[in-house]
């Protein structure tokens, strides 16, 4: 089991940038073991995935609609990851939720979001 903790949300400009960070607590190599994943969501929206990274080696894959602007990173010396957000835009606006998947439980956690508001 993983508990994740996230935070870095807020309110900001268009255009401007953020770094939200997510902290995992767990037994064993955390990285290693779990897939991690950034999901949002907005008001009245569905939960859409925003950014991968894999357990091990740690390949990345992001949305259509992030590309270029974020990145997906983690520290295993801190076992936390990040999403680098810059070039923010309105349609940005979500609660942002870390997840880690488990594959050998087949089994998904998640932190408890942080609001991110691109306002001008």
């Known amino acids: 089991q993983v508990q994740l903790v996230e935070s870095g949300g807020g309110l900001v400009q268009p255009g401007e940038s953020l770094r939200l960070s997510c902290a995992a607590a767990?037994?064993?190599?955390?990285?290693?073991?779990?897939?991690m994943r950034w999901y949002r969501q907005a008001p009245g929206k569905q939960r859409e995935l925003v950014a991968t990274i894999t357990r091990v080696w740690g390949t990345t894959n992001y949305a259509d609609s992030v590309k270029g602007r974020f990145t997906i990173s983690r520290d295993g010396t801190e076992n936390t990851m990040y999403l680098q957000m810059n070039n923010l835009k309105p349609e940005d606006t979500a609660v942002y939720y870390c997840?880690?998947?488990?594959?050998?439980?087949?089994?998904?956690?998640w932190g408890q979001g942080t609001q991110v508001t691109v306002s001008s």
């Open positions: 997840n880690a998947f488990d594959h050998v439980r087949n089994t998904d956690y």
């Open positions: 767990a037994s064993g190599n955390i990285f290693g073991i779990y897939t």
